[in-house]
């Protein structure tokens, strides 16, 4: 079965962190594009980070840049997403993706394969 699982989310104190895991089976993420995505109550779903599994680029949106650190294993075909400085507009539940594509793509409509969500919360 393909399928994506997020794993490591979590309550954590403002000023925490969290890592979160999201593992892959039924494919390999060799040339696919994995992304991180949010969404919190009454809001729409957004993009946190994206990193392509064909050279490693990464992006980050704004409202996370420098706190959160995507990365992949593609031996464990497992991209984490670790989550620093957390702060409570960060509650969210959080689902990877995956978008069969070498090119990052960072709209939520560009990817075809999503895992079931984890939820995080930050305290403050």
């Known amino acids: 079965e393909v399928q994506l699982v997020e794993s490591g989310g979590g309550l954590v104190q403002a000023g925490g962190s969290l890592r979160l895991s999201c593992a892959a089976s039924?494919?390999?993420?060799?040339?696919?594009?994995i992304g991180w995505f949010r969404q919190a109550p009454g809001k729409e779903r957004e993009g946190v980070s994206w990193?392509?599994?064909?050279?490693?680029?990464?992006y980050y949106a704004d409202s996370v840049k420098g706190r959160f650190t995507i990365s992949s294993d593609n031996a464990k075909n497992t991209v984490y997403l670790q989550m620093d400085s957390l702060k409570p507009e960060d509650t969210a539940v959080y689902y990877c993706?995956?978008?069969?594509?070498?090119?990052?793509?960072?709209?939520?409509?560009?990817?075809?394969?999503w895992g079931q969500g984890i939820q995080v919360n930050v305290s403050s």
């Open positions: 039924g494919f390999t993420f060799d040339d696919y594009a």
């Open positions: 990193i392509s599994s064909s050279d490693g680029r990464t």
């Open positions: 993706a995956a978008d069969d594509s070498v090119v990052v793509h960072t709209s939520p409509l560009d990817y075809e394969l």
